[in-house]
């Protein structure tokens, strides 16, 4: 199959067709009519945390240029946006009063993505908890679930009118792992007295948040995302096999399991569960953690190559990078395989249990530099070309898939790695906020106009 084969018609006539944003990467205004700081802002203040020692405070300046924005989803021909709402904005306590700035600001970027026949994907949480909430614990309070509760409430109450797409939490997994167990990202947290509890109150967040919108918002399509990589044994040595079955477990199976009403996973070789199972005592919490989803969101960047290490705590495994393997990789040095995202796709079907799955983020970094005005992202381009075909061949082999989201519509603050590393189809100068459409941008409108 050339690409040229590939018509966005193929994947159906009610196919989404998206970018999508988050909030604390893309807003700015951080201080700005009446929201408070979350986590990222605390966490950006705090020496060494961040590359270069950028911080999310301006970001995207979405906040001040979402129609100007809006305007280039809609010119790239994109139908759908995802973006994802701010906890701090909309109550700066984290509980208690409701900032009415924060509701219209949120509304008109709804009114505005109707008035441009945009459908909007609205995300509760993408990984920016209040700092007042994180001062009591944040995730890893039980006092959590009342919170999100209430915030979750006040969104279905003010945008339920106007929203029927609803996104519960943004890849679990990253933000407890990453910010609870390792203290890469915000909150700075690690080890697994702060894992074991951010895990249980996030798989319960997430079943509970969706039961809440399906009670106030009436027709609501309710999804959750999660990340997912292929993970691949570097040698087919037994120890390397099961050193990715740790990591699978991890990666992969950790939050959808519980969603979907099994429990958490469920293996007898690898000690870490048992211990899960005992913090949380699991069985008591079985059909909290269950909820019935419309759609299961899938976010996929990258295969990760395991090996088994003595070094490693807990996992005792270790990542190959795909340099050191010889395969090819973006500017981060994520592995580039389309035939993994076709896996790990066909994987997560298997299950069973899911009804519809969207590809809620799927995309590529590279060190993409005006040249006369001008952004030759080729290897974008091939990204996002050869990840669409293993696409539809998923689709064509009976998985029903409804969507595909690119990460992302422009550059912005991409977490640890601040501004130095940029997945948007449109440049941003961070100095002047100039946006300039990059090839790529090019590229899916001639592809989508094709449609
Ligand atoms: C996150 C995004 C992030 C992207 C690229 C996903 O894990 O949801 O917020 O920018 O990956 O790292």
Redo the contacts with the bound molecule.
């Keep these: 199959l050339s690409f040229t084969s590939i018509h966005p018609k193929h994947f159906g006539n009610h196919f989404h067709w998206g970018v999508a944003i988050?909030a604390a990467?893309n807003e700015g205004a951080y201080l700005e009519d009446g929201k408070s700081m979350s986590i990222w802002d605390a966490f950006a203040r705090r020496q060494g945390k961040i590359k270069g020692g950028d911080t999310p405070f301006v970001a995207a300046d979405f906040y001040h240029r979402y129609k100007d924005d809006l305007l280039l989803v809609k010119a790239l021909g994109f139908n759908s946006f995802r973006f994802s709402l701010s906890w701090a904005r909309i109550l700066p306590d984290g509980t208690g009063r409701v900032n009415k700035q924060a509701i219209d600001f949120y509304r008109k970027v709804i009114e505005e993505c109707l008035k441009l026949d945009l459908v909007p994907f609205v995300t509760l949480y993408?990984?920016d908890m209040p700092f007042a909430l994180e001062k009591e614990g944040g995730w890893t309070n039980s006092l959590v679930l009342k919170w999100f509760g209430r915030y979750v409430k006040v969104c279905a109450e003010y945008f339920g009118d106007l929203v029927k797409n609803w996104i519960i939490l943004?890849?679990p997994l990253?933000f407890t792992a990453l910010g609870h167990m390792l203290g890469q990202h915000a909150p700075g947290r690690r080890g697994l007295n702060n894992f074991f509890p951010a895990i249980h109150h996030a798989a319960l967040a997430q079943a509970e948040g969706g039961r809440i919108i399906r009670e106030l918002v009436p027709g609501a399509y309710i999804g959750t995302t999660f990340?997912c990589s292929e993970i691949i044994p570097f040698t087919q040595r037994e120890e390397d096999i099961k050193a990715a079955n740790r990591v699978d477990i991890l990666m992969n199976r950790l939050f959808i399991e519980p969603a979907l009403g099994m429990g958490y996973p469920k293996d007898d070789s690898f000690p870490l569960l048992k211990k899960l199972e005992f913090f949380t005592h699991e069985w008591r919490y079985i059909d909290k953690m269950r909820f019935n989803f419309d759609f299961i969101g899938l976010?996929n960047?990258f295969p990760v190559t395991v090996k088994h290490s003595n070094i490693i705590p807990v996992i005792n495994a270790t990542q190959v990078k795909a340099k050191t393997k010889g395969a090819p990789h973006t500017d981060l040095g994520w592995e580039i395989n389309s035939e993994s995202f076709y896996r790990i796709i066909k994987k997560f079907w298997l299950y069973g249990g899911i009804k519809e799955i969207i590809i809620t983020?799927n995309g590529a970094s590279f060190k993409d530099k005006p040249e006369n005005g001008m952004i030759k992202d080729d290897k974008r381009i091939a990204y996002f070309q050869t990840h669409l075909r293993a696409l539809l061949k998923a689709k064509k082999e009976g998985v029903n898939v409804k969507g595909y989201f690119a990460?992302?519509l422009t550059d912005n603050f991409?977490?640890n790695l601040g501004y130095s590393a940029r997945?948007g189809l449109v440049h941003i100068d961070f100095k002047t906020q100039l946006r300039t459409i990059k090839h790529s941008g090019h590229w899916w409108r001639e592809f989508l106009q094709g449609g």
């Design positions: 988050a990467q993408h990984w943004n890849e990253s990340s976010q960047y983020e990460w992302t991409e977490w997945f």
